[in-house]
């Protein structure tokens, strides 16, 4: 068949996307047992504990409404964790914890403090007590964490130490005596500067002098060290990328076990990260990554060989250790994310649980190419390219229609201090199976590069990640890969912003679509969460004594630049970037004349969770591009008005 870029018709639609695909995450053996997180589009995006059974089947944990979230740090993560035969966790309405026995119907709430937030918890059997990250929203202006534990029977709060603005993994050593966590202060994020500390505990559980084991400053050198954690003989290592990259470290020499260049970590968004385990007191099982395609291996702690284990997937998750067996989840270009058993005897793997039952030929799916390309300033950039796919449409360049290249879709992931990884994606695949080119970009200032690659971003925030995006662009141009005419650019959150600078500071985009993008960095400086109050003083500067570089870098201030059309969508419930962002900036499109959609969702935060909301975004996207771009999608989409465009 021969049709237009962009209305090629696909198996890949929007509804089948939310209906048949789910969030799995943090699988985990507990006495034998096997157990992971579900994200239920289906279900608002409730999170649910969900247990292998022996037979096969499998039995959810938690009932509903239950939802196993935290709003720590509002990011998350390390809701739960098991003990004997029973769940801790995290309640999102209420914040409370809860404990219920797997075979139990339902949770007993534990704590009663309202106010308080719990998080990236470890069991301490010595004292019958849970060592995590507290965060106390009781008082009035910003929130205060802490280290505390909770006890078991009682559910009281002990305060363990205090006095920094975060603190992340604790974790106890095997004979319950040390206490090791990490800290950091503002104005740095956990990528920047963090350190280590060790303590003794006492008979009583509490702390006594704070060691610093790691990270801080080395001279004028900023150090990002993270997850801590004790091998079975009670020997302290941690994740350190003092040398320019993440690299596993052990307390008793200082030294790096195996030095590379390459990841060892990556960036604490959320809490729980879990690159590495103890096989006994001599192994470690790691994940590493370099340029964001991951590898599995063995480490020989004391010699520093590593034995990388063959398996066909570019990106896995944090490791669970029972005996010889590990689970992590994992994906690669042609499988879903997917959660898998590894046997590290024999090397073989098994995958016990898939992200989407949808079985579709392989001829659909667009395979990435890894392209590296020249940017400004003599530098260089990195992305995947996806070319257009759809085996019912042939080979792309025979099937143009009278077009000399694809429409392009360029992918700005989040953070910005994030990175995107070479998988298996339904979301890109949705345009690519249509006609579009996609470009994902791992612009400057992103993870999985190195340290050096991470730190071109400092105060170059919506410069050097437009630049990327520019000349990423007009690279796939010159190789007839992408039409110059039909560039689009879209973006979530730190996305989102980029997005909107391109189409405000350059003229290389013809469209643009941001999802709770940020418009305005003053505001958001002044009205964000703790965990990124600060964040915009190394990305931009200091906030207000450099006023004058936020608001040159804002688009709103700027709206008489931008002339491409953009349509916006935003959770009316978001404390990251809150709405009144992307509704000044369409009022200011408006009034322009610039072609401008507004797609409001109630009950949705910083991140779409429920599946008529994904669903929608996806299509209206398409509609807006069809309407732009000047062609008619396959897709039977209820449109949306486009104003100065229907008018």
């Known amino acids: 068949m021969k049709a237009p870029f962009g209305s090629w018709k ?44 022996h037979d096969g089947s499998e039995r959810d944990i938690n009932p509903a409404p239950f939802n196993i979230r935290t709003r720590v740090h509002e990011y998350g993560g390390g809701a739960w964790l098991l003990h004997n035969g029973a769940v801790f966790f995290s309640n999102f309405s209420d914040q409370h914890l809860y404990r219920q026995g797997l075979d139990e119907a339902a949770p007993t ?36 964490n802490f280290i505390g534990a909770i006890d078991f029977q009682s559910g009281d709060v002990t305060e363990l130490s205090k006095g920094h603005d975060f603190y992340a993994a604790p974790v106890l050593s095997p004979n319950g005596k040390q206490l090791a966590f990490m800290t950091w202060d503002h104005p740095d994020m956990p990528w920047d500067e963090t350190i280590i500390w060790l303590t003794t505990l006492n008979e009583a559980g509490m702390p006594g002098e704070l060691n610093k084991v790691a990270g801080g400053k080395n001279g004028e050198q900023k150090i990002s060290a993270q997850q801590p954690g004790f091998s079975p003989k009670g020997e302290l290592f941690f994740i350190s990328d003092i040398s320019g990259w993440w690299n596993l470290y052990r307390q008793s020499s200082n030294q790096s076990i195996c030095p590379m260049e390459a990841e060892f970590g990556s960036p604490h968004w959320g809490f729980g990260l879990h690159s590495y385990d103890f096989l006994n007191d001599s192994q470690i099982v790691c994940n590493y990554g370099i340029g964001n395609v991951c590898q599995l291996a063995v480490l020989d702690i004391e010699t520093g060989n590593l034995n990388n284990l063959d398996l066909p997937y570019s990106d896995l998750g944090g490791i669970s250790l029972n005996a010889q067996t590990l689970t992590t989840g994992a994906a690669s270009p042609i499988t879903f994310p997917e959660l898998i058993t590894v046997n590290l005897q024999t090397g073989k793997h098994e995958s016990f649980k898939q992200s989407t039952t949808l079985t579709l030929d392989e001829a659909y799916y667009s395979v990435p190419e890894t392209i590296t390309f020249p940017t400004a300033n003599e530098q260089i950039a990195h992305g995947f390219y996806y ?44 345009w690519t199976s249509r006609g579009f080119a ?25 410069i050097v990640d437009v630049e990327d995006a520019v000349y990423g662009a007009e690279y796939l141009v010159q190789q007839s890969k992408a039409d110059k005419d039909r560039l689009a650019i879209r973006g979530g959150s730190a996305g989102g912003y980029t997005t909107l600078s391109a189409l405000t500071f350059t003229n290389t985009f013809n469209a643009g679509a941001s999802h709770y993008g940020v418009g305005d960095l003053e505001a958001l400086a002044k009205d964000t969460h703790k965990f990124e109050s600060r964040y915009l003083d190394s990305m931009i500067g200091a906030y207000p004594e450099e006023i004058e570089v936020y608001q040159a870098r804002s688009p709103i201030h700027h709206v008489d630049q931008m002339a491409s059309p953009c349509i916006f969508f935003q959770g009316l419930e978001d404390k990251v970037v809150p709405p009144n962002q992307a509704e000044t900036m369409v009022q200011a499109l408006t009034e322009k004349g610039v072609p401008v959609a507004y797609v409001p969702f109630e009950g949705e935060q910083h ?37 100065n465009l229907d008018s």
Request: with cysteine.
């Open 387 to 430: 070319p257009p796919t759809n085996k019912d449409y042939g080979d792309a360049v025979e099937n143009k229609n009278s077009q000399d290249a694809p429409p392009l879709v360029v992918m700005m992931h989040g953070g910005p201090t994030g990175a995107t990884h070479s998988v298996l994606n339904l979301r890109t695949q949705f």
């Open 109 to 144: 709430q534990l704590t009663h403090d309202d106010g308080l937030r719990f998080a990236n918890g470890c069991v301490d059997e010595k004292r019958n007590r849970i060592v995590c990250v507290i965060e106390d929203h009781r008082g009035d202006g910003e929130a205060v």
């Open 10 to 53: 696909s198996p890949i639609t929007s509804e089948l996307i939310v209906a048949d695909t789910i969030g799995i995450s943090s699988p985990t053996w507990h006495q034998g047992e096997l157990l992971w997180i579900e994200s239920r589009p289906q279900e608002a995006g409730r999170n649910v504990l969900v247990m292998l059974e």
């Open 438 to 462: 996609v470009l994902d970009l791992n612009y400057r200032g992103s993870t999985g590069y190195g340290r050096d690659y991470r730190d071109k971003l400092i105060r170059q925030w919506g």
């Open 607 to 643: 991140g779409f969770r429920i599946a008529e909301n994904i669903k929608r975004c996806m299509d209206l996207e398409l509609y807006f591009y069809g309407r732009i771009f000047g062609f008619s999608p396959a897709d039977q989409v209820e449109p949306i008005a486009i104003v």
